[in-house]
């Protein structure tokens, strides 16, 4: 009944209708006779061109979407929506101007800026264009890391430019094939990772570790700062001696050897290379053993933290025949071209 009343009320009203009016009704209802006419499985569908037809009719002639049966107005609205955004995308699409930086590139000055934290962007950009990298300063300040506060060094850094004045002390226990005790002595500059000093006693003192840090360093040679924990043999002797060479004494919280991480990293490599593998027979023996283990930990033994250098720079070698020579009675060997 509905139906007929709105058919009734549009023939009414037909008369008064301007002819482009009714021909975009007219055009709207045969297209979506075809439409229709497609016999598609399950409900209609529409196609791009259907939409597209619709839109420009609606934009042309509003009041033919009073004859759009199954289409809401909205759907319609929301196809110009987004023919009227994809259009001005193309419309504003790149047609020049700065070429696009590469992801390698971008990678590159992010990396810089980490590792750097007192370069700015022209000292950036000087060094890419070193490289060969054709890039703008503006684009080396986009792409650089945003930082809070002033700019600083790393710890790594700040341990690193200091570390050649630092050196590390410190005692193991080691036991004897008599069931008896010794007391190895270690003595490593932080810098190079050198094994400055080794030396064993049966009655470690203070008095014998100044001795010892008498004969380890120089006078004119000794570092600014001595890293140790604290073992009561450190007493008055040991502390006046170091006041007298001009060492401050850095001892460590209280169980905390990871805070004496380089002399104790260096005592569990003595351990794993050489001790677990020897019968140590008296302090004599002892010395000896360490004495020549110190010889090779400097001289040829390679080091991941040195970029697989030795404490004493070993030179590459590449020409010659590769002969090997044995240490530590054949615990280790020693390459060399010949």
Do not use: C
Not at 44 to 71: E, G, M, T, Y
Not at 135 to 159: C, D, E, H, N
Not at 222 to 237: E, F, K, Q, S, T
């Amino acid at each position: 009944m509905i139906a007929l009343i709105q058919l009734l009320l549009a023939v009414i009203a037909a008369p008064w209708t301007s002819k482009a009016g009714l021909a975009a009704e007219n055009t709207a209802l045969r297209h979506q006779v075809i439409v229709l006419r497609r016999k598609l499985p399950g409900r209609v569908r529409l196609q791009n061109s259907d939409r597209l037809f619709f839109v420009w009719l609606f934009r042309l002639f509003p009041s033919a979407v009073k004859a759009v049966v199954f289409i809401r107005p909205e759907a319609i609205l929301r196809w110009h929506r987004e023919g009227f955004r994809r259009y001005w995308r193309w419309k504003s699409r790149a047609r020049g101007g700065r070429p696009p930086v590469n992801t390698d590139l971008r990678a590159l000055i992010r990396r810089m800026s980490v590792e750097n934290p007192l370069w700015g962007a022209p000292r950036i950009h000087g060094e890419l264009l070193k490289l060969g990298f054709e890039v703008a300063q503006s684009t080396v300040a986009k792409y650089m890391i945003r930082r809070r506060g002033p700019r600083s060094q790393t710890w790594r850094t700040f341990l690193r430019n200091h570390a050649p004045d630092i050196a590390a002390i410190d005692l193991f226990v080691v036991p004897t094939i008599s069931f008896g005790l010794l007391y190895g002595l270690v003595i490593v500059g932080l810098g190079r990772r050198r094994l400055i000093w080794v030396n064993a006693t049966a009655n470690p003192t203070a008095e014998w570790i100044a001795r010892q840090l008498t004969e380890a360093f120089p006078w004119d040679q000794a570092p600014r700062h001595l890293i140790r924990d604290r073992d009561g043999v450190y007493g008055n002797a040991f502390l006046k001696r170091l006041n007298a060479m001009g060492i401050h004494d850095h001892p460590i919280a209280p169980r905390s050897p990871w805070q004496n991480a380089y002399a104790e990293r260096l005592i569990g490599s003595i351990r794993r290379e050489i001790l677990d593998y020897v019968a140590v027979l008296g302090a004599a023996h002892l010395r000896r053993i360490l004495s020549a283990y110190a010889a090779y930990y400097n001289h040829a033994r390679t080091h991941w933290s040195l970029h697989k250098d030795s404490p004493v720079h070993r030179p590459i070698q590449r020409t010659g025949a590769v002969r090997s020579m044995p240490v530590l009675g054949g615990l280790h060997h020693v390459y060399a071209r010949i």
